[in-house]
């Protein structure tokens, strides 16, 4: 009888672990499952927020603050690094992606204002004409591209551009804006 007795006991023990294991099991999915909802969450809202930050950026570049502009980037670093996204710094590129220090208003030395957009093209006023031209990147090494096929180099040193033209002068210029 004492054996039936503790058979009947180890049976409904067994019984009471299942029991207590499915529950366990189904709060440890519902958790899992509420987990991945919050990190989605605070991934959307993250990505807003680095937005954001590249926006401001954006604009501390144009204004020619590198200092400023700088301080946004390494804020930006810093939660990319959080986040487990790779990050390449480049000291050169003082904005978002995209946006490069060249981008900008820029006295020349002759004082012609050049200005330098994001898609890649300058242009400068010329009398009653504007000159247009493209411009490009290679490593530190930017490089103007003339209507006539003629191109400048120059490189840059906070808000100071230096290089040397087609024809061998050199030249210099300050950023503006």
């Known amino acids: 009888m004492k054996f039936i007795l503790i058979l009947l006991l180890l049976s409904a023990l067994a019984y009471a672990n299942e029991t207590v294991d499915k529950a366990e099991q189904a709060f440890l999915k519902k958790?899992?499952?509420?987990?991945q909802e919050y990190d989605k969450k605070v991934l959307k809202l993250t990505l807003i927020y680095l937005k954001r930050l590249e926006e401001i950026q954006k604009n501390i570049?144009?204004?020619g603050d590198l200092e400023g502009a700088l301080k946004v980037k390494a804020k930006i670093d810093a939660i990319k690094k959080g986040m487990n996204v790779t990050v390449k710094p480049d000291k050169?590129?003082?904005?978002?992606?995209?946006v490069d220090i060249v981008v900008g208003k820029w006295n020349w030395s002759s004082k012609t204002v050049v200005t330098f957009t994001s898609d890649k093209k300058w242009s400068f006023p010329h009398g009653k004409n504007t000159v247009k031209g493209k411009w490009s990147k290679d490593k530190k090494q930017y490089t103007m591209h003339f209507p006539n096929g003629g191109k400048?180099?120059?490189t840059i040193n906070g808000k100071t551009l230096s290089g040397t033209s087609g024809t061998g002068i050199k030249f210099s210029a300050t950023k503006i804006k």
């Open 31 to 35: 958790e899992a499952e509420y987990k």
């Open 61 to 63: 570049v144009r204004s």
């Open 92 to 98: 050169d590129q003082l904005s978002a992606p995209g």
């Open 152 to 154: 400048d180099n120059f």
